[in-house]
């Protein structure tokens, strides 16, 4: 039986504010608006799990929650074992966030001095920084550009950096949030390699946030397809989508807001 | 918390301020001119008896009154505002939410990000002091050095919890922050920045005695200028109300902070500017 990494007991956030100035005689009466409900989830070790659904449908908030950014209203859940609530300093050092935030870097630092810095953040000691920041380099394949200034990589660089640094700590879990963006058809073929062979055949789990339904189908194990901040369905492409494209499950599914596999 | 992480920090703000090299190097000018500044004022007004009278418990000259002043008050900003500009500074470059992810508590992040600042100050200081003594004959030849560092030490703390309250506004209304605006203008206007606080009306000087700035200069003037120490009743009160300052605002201002982060999170703006 494969070993649970990530597991979500109904998984809820509902946004509060006040409705202030916008209108100035309920200025204190709360709105609110649930961004994520009741999400139940199970992701396997070794498992490149896609999450999928239209913008909005709430796959940021999950995956920001997961990574503790964001505070579940409702519900819990654990990343390898550890509660996602109380044990936040274990959570966050079994996981890798990756993003196509380009802005998450110091633009005027050089891709070395970049990784070193995230290398003391992650805890690593000086001498496992020195072994292992060529090595992340080999990997994305960005040894040759590390001294020069983050600005200066393209969409591209930037993105494999992105990796280069959620590779540092050799996290359990990694979340990537739209990793193919911008990215040119040859790129993404090699991330989805990289994925496939440095990630999930060494037992490291994907989550895998895209809009892109051919990538989700092409990589991904199981996915799960999100609107309106629930999970309409999950499972294996096949066996969603049988004979059917996933592309045409989803959009079937997205077009009926009343179907639910 | 090891000294790995807080270096690193130092290391990063010290590469990124330093490839503004320009920059860099004209803050050092504006030293020089405001010091050429004051020393003309002093020229003009040092030699009052008025001026001189007021100034007689810190040896009777505003030029050296004035430069300490200038030059310490620099603390006041950077603990005030560093702390909160660090923060909004890594929102707005998207570096923030890329550290939180990491196992790394936020209290260091938030204190480990403001001590370039200060580092940066205290050589901002120094270089004060220095012009001072060497261009415009400052005489720090009886100054006391234990009891104006240990001075330093508890204004940055004092400072700095000022700075974490405001940094928790910055947290969460994100721009607008009251606490590092009404505290910097009051403690300006009555802390003795510019001029002793002899001359302020009567409720103005009781006004005074709220701010730690109020303490910190006090202390400092009377150890470099007039070579007090511990064994000096005006130092050890001055030292003294800047422990009470640092004993109340510390915890509150931790506690204040990690409710505005808590709030942060709940509302899920905590990368947002």
């Not at chain 1, 989830?41 to 999928?52: D, N, P």
């Not at chain 1, 503790?68 to 079994?94: E, F, H, M, W």
């Not at chain 1, 991904?220 to 049988?242: F, N, P, T, Y």
């Not at chain 2, 200038?70 to 890594?90: D, K």
């Amino acid at each position: 039986m494969s070993e649970t990494v990530i597991q979500t007991n109904n998984l809820t956030k509902e946004f509060t504010k006040l409705r202030g100035i916008s209108s100035p005689r309920n200025f204190f009466d709360k709105v609110s608006f649930t961004a994520v409900r009741g999400i139940n989830l199970t992701v396997s070790r070794g498992e490149i799990f896609g999450l999928l659904g239209p913008n909005g449908a709430g796959k940021t908030t999950l995956t920001k929650m997961l990574c503790t950014l964001i505070l579940p209203s409702d519900g819990n859940a654990t990343i390898c074992g550890y509660d996602l609530a109380r044990q936040q300093a274990q959570v966050k050092a079994s996981i890798a966030l990756i993003s196509s935030e380009e802005r998450s870097f110091y633009w005027r630092l050089s891709g070395r001095r970049n990784l070193e810095f995230f290398a003391a953040l992650y805890g690593l000691s000086r001498r496992r920084t020195r072994q292992r920041i060529p090595e992340v380099l080999e990997i994305v394949g960005m040894s040759d550009a590390a001294e020069r200034r983050f600005q200066e990589y393209s969409t591209g660089m930037k993105q494999r950096m992105a990796l280069a640094r959620g590779l540092l700590a050799e996290p359990d879990v990694f979340f990537m949030d739209e990793p193919t963006k911008g990215l040119d058809p040859v790129a993404v073929r090699n991330l989805h390699d990289f994925i496939r062979s440095q990630l999930t055949s060494r037992g490291k789990t994907v989550i895998l946030a895209t809009h892109d339904l051919v990538e989700a189908e092409e990589v991904c194990d199981r996915v799960g397809i999100m609107q309106g901040g629930r999970m309409k369905a999950e499972g294996k492409v096949s066996e969603l989508a049988g004979d059917a494209s996933l592309s045409d499950f989803f959009h079937n599914l997205i077009a009926d807001p009343e179907k639910k596999s | 918390m090891t000294l790995r992480k807080p270096q690193a920090f130092l290391k990063k703000d010290f590469l990124m301020e330093t490839s503004y090299r320009f920059s860099f190097f004209l803050q050092f000018g504006g030293i020089f001119f405001s010091v050429v500044m004051f020393y003309f004022v002093s020229e003009l007004i040092g030699s009052a008896p008025s001026v001189q009278q007021s100034l007689s418990r810190y040896g009777g000259n505003y030029f050296s009154f004035v430069l300490i002043g200038i030059a310490f008050s620099n603390f006041l900003s950077v603990g005030l505002g560093s702390f909160s500009s660090s923060i909004r500074g890594e929102q707005m470059m998207g570096t923030l939410e890329a550290m939180l992810v990491t196992p790394t508590r936020l209290s260091t992040i938030i204190i480990s990000s403001s001590q370039w600042s200060f580092a940066f100050t205290s050589l901002r200081v120094g270089i004060y002091l220095l012009l001072g003594g060497l261009l415009f004959g400052v005489d720090f030849g009886d100054a006391n050095v234990i009891p104006a560092l240990a001075a330093l030490l508890l204004t940055v703390i004092a400072f700095s919890s000022l700075g974490i309250i405001s940094a928790s506004f910055i947290m969460i209304f994100k721009r607008g922050d009251p606490i590092a605006w009404l505290i910097s203008s009051t403690s300006t206007l009555v802390g003795g920045v510019f001029y002793p606080i002899s001359i302020l009306p009567d409720w103005l000087q009781k006004l005074s005695y709220l701010f730690p700035i109020t303490y910190s200069l006090d202390a400092i003037r009377l150890s470099l200028l007039q070579g007090y120490g511990f064994a000096n009743q005006e130092v050890t009160r001055d030292l003294a109300a800047l422990v009470v300052f640092s004993v109340i605002t510390l915890p509150v201002s931790l506690v204040i902070f990690r409710y505005a982060v808590r709030r942060a999170k709940k509302d899920g703006s905590l990368a947002y500017y």
